[in-house]
């Protein structure tokens, strides 16, 4: 009985020793400051107050118990979960056009689905983290010379073609594509592609760019570029950044504390970085940002030691769509990039996107185990 008593205390500690806090204690702030400034933000008029919140409190509980199930997963199974999840992520893709929801007319995308006791759920969040790990075992694959080059790159695009289809063409999801095609192309470039590509990659988007614009972008999208490199030519279209800029400056130091907060639309998602500040002031935004970096910094470290590139790539791709997210939502809400309906990682208001956060974390922390355990 003591033997196995033994045995369980140890299979405890070493779990304990092997977690990387380094990656769960930030992710576990943002979280907690995320609901801190969702509960001011949803109890000033928000309609289904306090459902929606307890909903989002119960989507980070929930993510942070998936997070720490997935990382006692054994690496060599992310293989296998990618191309589930992959699957399932292409399946719920399919439905979405055709299970008679649509949340276009609100936010300019058809993307959701609608779920019981869940509510809403955005098909391609999945389809990003199924994208990333099939994406890194074929690379590594190409690395490691068990298939050819011009076959692995015909493999690549049959992974991505119908993913994107669906995603850009059919959702016109224009946000979401982008944060695949940046994590695709930082993979690439960890992965060894020469640099020429890169170019002729840049110049290709240079030549599509007016095809783009006037073929693909919506009115709306059109505007919001225009008033970000003419400021002032559209009083309309920059009511959001305006109302945002004046929502950050209140404020101050520590917050606000005349008692009247600025409207910004969406401010309980798109635009949540302006609530930080509005109720926390600039130590709130500083930390947010400090935390953010902590951790983007500490799955880059992860990445240079993993055990096998796959997983290398993993993180890599998983990285930067949450450095794109940190960067792009922050930098609309002060008018230094076009405003996207780009969510702040483990902060917007979002179930669904938390807890595919938290799959994502979830997989992070397991190669990082992975090493920690062969460590000891």
């Known amino acids: 009985m003591n033997t196995g008593r033994s045995g369980i205390e140890q299979l405890r500690n070493s779990y304990f020793r092997a977690v990387d806090y380094w990656l769960i204690v930030p992710i576990l702030t943002l979280t907690m400051i995320g609901l801190f400034v969702l509960n001011h933000v949803l109890s000033s008029g928000y309609k289904d107050y306090p459902q929606n919140f307890y909903k989002q409190a119960g989507a980070a509980v929930l993510g942070i118990c998936v997070a720490l199930v997935i990382c006692l997963v054994e690496t060599h199974f992310l293989k296998l979960i990618g191309w589930c999840v992959y699957s399932f992520s292409l399946l719920l ?32 969040e999945l389809s990003k ?18 298939i050819t080059k011009k076959r692995g790159f015909l493999y ?10 669906m995603i850009l063409i059919q959702q016109k999801d224009f946000g979401t594509g982008m944060v695949i095609v940046f994590s695709f192309i930082c993979i690439l470039f960890i992965w060894g592609l020469k640099y020429r590509y890169f170019f002729l990659g840049v110049s290709s988007v240079i030549i599509a760019a007016p095809f783009v614009w006037n ?67 600039f130590i709130g935004t500083t930390a947010v940002i400090i935390l953010s970096f902590m951790f983007l910094m500490r799955c880059l470290y992860v990445a240079s030691k993993a055990t096998q590139k796959a997983y290398s790539y993993a993180i890599i791709g998983l ?58």
């Open 156 to 165: 690549l695009a049959l992974v991505y073609a119908p993913h994107m289809v």
């Open 129 to 146: 983290i199924g994208l990333i790990l099939v994406v890194s075992f074929v690379l590594e694959d190409m690395a490691e010379k068990r």
């Open 215 to 281: 073929f693909y972008f919506s009115a709306i999208q059109k505007k919001r570029i225009l008033s970000l490199l003419f400021s002032g030519s559209d009083p309309e279209a920059e009511y959001n950044l305006n109302q945002a800029k004046s929502a950050i400056a209140s404020g101050g130091i520590a917050g606000n504390t005349s008692g009247t907060v600025v409207s910004v639309p969406v401010k309980e998602s798109d635009f949540i970085y302006t609530a930080i500040s509005e109720h926390m002031g």
């Open 93 to 124: 893709l399919l439905l979405v056009p055709i299970d008679g929801f649509s949340m276009e007319a609100k936010w300019g995308a058809d993307s959701w689905l609608r779920v019981p006791v869940i509510g809403t759920f955005q098909p391609s």
């Open 319 to 376: 990285t930067a769509g949450f450095a794109f997210h940190y960067i792009e939502n922050m930098g609309m809400c002060v008018g230094l990039l076009p405003i996207t309906g780009i969510p702040l990682p483990f902060i917007s208001l979002g179930g669904s996107a938390l807890l595919v956060n938290f799959i994502s974390l979830g997989i992070i922390l397991s190669i990082s185990m992975e090493r920690n355990l062969g460590n000891k």
